[in-house]
């Protein structure tokens, strides 16, 4: 009977089944994961050439565990896309000694193992959650801590603020807020949260997170559930937080504080297909759960709901401007396809408008983002298109929202936002009749 068998065996026998289905994991992987046998937490680390970075998030992670689940069984899983600095290496090398000394030696761990796989040779986030989530399911981890290997801001109470929710108090997902400053994370603040809220009614404000924990149970749910084909493999951490919804499962949100992260060079198209293209992707299939949400309702959370700054911070607002006129003017064809006349005759003319004049009123805004929701749905043209169409015209939101902050607060601020919130919201009718209109 599989109870008579040691922990070890158990995960052998869970492993054989699961490569006799799909033959996912590599061989050294597995043999590792049977050698590691059975955990309470696990720390997921999906890496490409971190080198850099990575040997501070690890001591902090380190460190983590040793003050919060000392008696725990953990495990780092680290998730490697073919990193060429030693990456890897410098995360199965950290010595938990070294972490020991820095907490003074007075804390025992009961077992922390470090393993690292590689699973490709580019960056594909949505693999190195499927690989973190197939050990985390043979391990039988109770609860599992993603990190960004780029969050130089890390402290060792992350860990506990992510992992206490789900251990303790029976939470499913636990998703980060974080003190920004008021021009950070536009793309959440002025697309993202807004719409996820204004669908599945729920105030979540970093629904695309690189720092989250979740149960085995939700972790087991998503493996199951997702095809992992290209397509769903974009996106899986907002394909994640929208799972989560749709399952009913327990979210709460935990403030992090300081988000600190190594900059790289990032394109908006690629932003946009990662969270705005898999959230418009998954309205279809959750089509009756979001249709019928009026209003919204806040979600548990421990700490503060968000926290700005208000440090000078230079914007080439210029520049924000000549790539939202020159969008309007050279995807005039495309846009006849993804919107109404009157918004695109309204935004024709905004983009005649000097930078001192310059507005995209939050109406507007929301019906853009509704339109283009619409279009996505009926494929129009190619979907992923009508995706990077979207991103002169977020540019455009953008500089609206500079300038309309200029001098602004941080309560200014956070008003600005909950004001563009309550208009998505409000026009969710519009959306519901965009949705159902003949093209």
């Known amino acids: 009977m599989l109870e008579e068998v040691s922990p070890q065996e158990r995960v052998a026998l869970r492993t054989d089944v699961k490569l006799a289905e799909e033959g996912f994991l590599p061989d050294d992987f597995v043999r590792q994961l049977i050698d590691v046998g059975e955990i309470d937490i696990l720390v997921g680390l999906p890496t490409q050439n971190n080198a850099k ?20 069984r953990a495990a780092i899983i680290n998730a490697d896309a073919g990193s060429r600095d030693g990456t890897p290496e410098l995360v199965v090398s950290a010595s938990i000694d070294d972490a020991r000394q820095r907490d003074f030696n007075r804390l025992a761990l009961r077992t922390l193992h470090s393993i690292s796989t590689q699973y490709g040779s580019s960056i594909a986030r949505g693999t190195a959650l499927r690989t973190i989530l197939s050990a985390g399911e043979l391990l039988r981890a109770r609860a599992t801590a993603m990190v960004s290997p780029d969050s130089t801001s890390i402290k060792p109470d992350w860990l506990r603020s992510l992992l206490k929710p789900v251990c303790k108090e029976d939470f499913d997902l636990i998703l980060p807020t974080y003190a920004r ?3 950070d994370g536009l793309l959440i603040t002025n697309l993202l949260y807004p719409l996820i809220r204004a669908l599945y009614g729920l105030r979540i404000r970093e629904p695309y997170a690189s720092e989250f924990a ?8 998503f493996l199951a559930q997702n095809s992992w084909n290209d397509e769903s493999r974009e996106g899986c951490e907002v394909r994640f937080t929208v799972a989560a919804i749709a399952g009913n499962l327990r979210i709460g949100q935990c403030f992090l504080g300081t988000k600190n992260v190594e900059r790289h060079a990032a394109d908006l198209v690629p932003a946009l297909r990662q969270t705005i293209g898999a959230l418009f992707g998954s309205m279809e299939s959750n ?3 979001w249709s019928s949400k009026t209003g919204s309702q806040p979600v548990p959370t421990t700490g503060l709901e968000q926290e700005f700054t208000l440090e000078p911070q230079r914007v080439n607002r210029k520049r924000l401007l000549e790539m939202f006129r020159s969008g ?3 995807l005039e064809s495309v846009f006849q396809s993804i919107l109404s006349p009157t918004t695109l005759a309204e935004l024709q003319a905004i983009a005649g408008l000097e930078e001192d004049d310059f507005h995209y009123s939050t109406e507007l805004w929301a019906k853009t983002v509704y339109e283009f929701a ?22 455009g939101r953008v500089l609206a929202f500079l300038l309309e902050n200029r ?3 941080a309560p200014d601020v956070e008003a600005q936002i909950e004001n563009l919130c309550l208009e998505f919201e409000r026009l969710k009718p519009y959306l519901l009749e965009m949705w159902a209109g003949k093209q």
């Open 374 to 395: 619409a279009a996505h749905h009926k494929a129009v043209i190619n979907r992923d298109h009508i995706v990077q169409a979207l991103a002169p015209l977020f540019r």
């Open 328 to 330: 309007v003017a050279e």
């Open 287 to 289: 089509f009756s759960l």
């Open 214 to 221: 979740f149960s085995g149970r939700m972790g087991s749910q």
């Open 181 to 183: 400053h008021k021009f």
């Open 53 to 72: 970075t990575i040997a501070s998030v690890v001591a902090a992670i380190q460190s983590g565990i040793l003050q919060s689940f000392s008696r725990d």
């Open 407 to 409: 001098n602004a607060s």
